[in-house]
């Protein structure tokens, strides 16, 4: 039985499982540059009654409703409501997310600089360190100027520059409707 180590004529080189002569110079190795996070993550601020809270946002052009990560809702005692029936949400693979759509948020205000919106969140357990998603429908309502891997973000199209402010999002919006006055079945009215 022979071992394994090689005589001076065989001197090789075992790089991956794979012999290499030793006189033959290896390709040199070319630095690929250090790719950083470019999900879009964006700092926000978060209003919940007279409180602040700073949270991450992801701009999740794959989601299709607002959510809310289920410990930071805890985290910040963020009140909810219960959903008479819930539903199912899948996760980006299909699978459905265990825990999620049983409760939802009240409208809170969410502000990035002085950019304001009022959103309604799903509250769903996520992935640590996002505390919200933001779906495609939210990033084509607020189209974003800037490049995603920082914080130079900015929501400066006219559309949000005129209807996205503090003053917008403290409205409260009510129409009156006349036909309710002569409605048999409408009830008290508090």
Request: proline share 7%.
């Amino acid at each position: 039985m022979r071992s394994f180590a090689p005589t001076p004529s065989e001197a090789r080189e075992l790089i991956c499982g794979v012999a290499k002569r030793k006189e033959e110079k290896p390709y040199p190795r070319q630095k690929k540059p250090r790719q950083e996070n470019t999900r879009p993550v964006i700092d926000m601020i978060l209003h919940n009654g007279q409180s602040r809270h700073r949270v991450r946002a992801l701009l999740d052009t794959g989601c299709s409703i607002n959510l809310m990560n289920q410990q930071t809702a805890d985290k910040l005692g963020i009140p909810r409501k219960k959903h008479e029936r819930t539903r199912a949400i899948e996760s980006f693979t299909g699978t459905i997310v265990r825990g999620a759509s049983q409760y939802y948020t009240e409208p809170l205000r969410l502000q990035h600089r002085r950019h304001f919106s009022k959103e309604v969140f799903e509250i769903s357990p996520m992935e640590e360190n996002i505390d919200l998603f933001l779906p495609f429908s939210w990033v084509e309502q607020h189209p974003p100027q800037g490049t995603w891997s920082t914080e130079e973000i900015r929501f400066n199209s006219p559309e949000c520059l005129r209807k996205c402010t503090r003053y917008e999002t403290n409205n409260f919006s009510l129409s009156w409707d006349d036909s309710v006055l002569t409605d048999p079945t409408a009830l008290v009215l508090g």
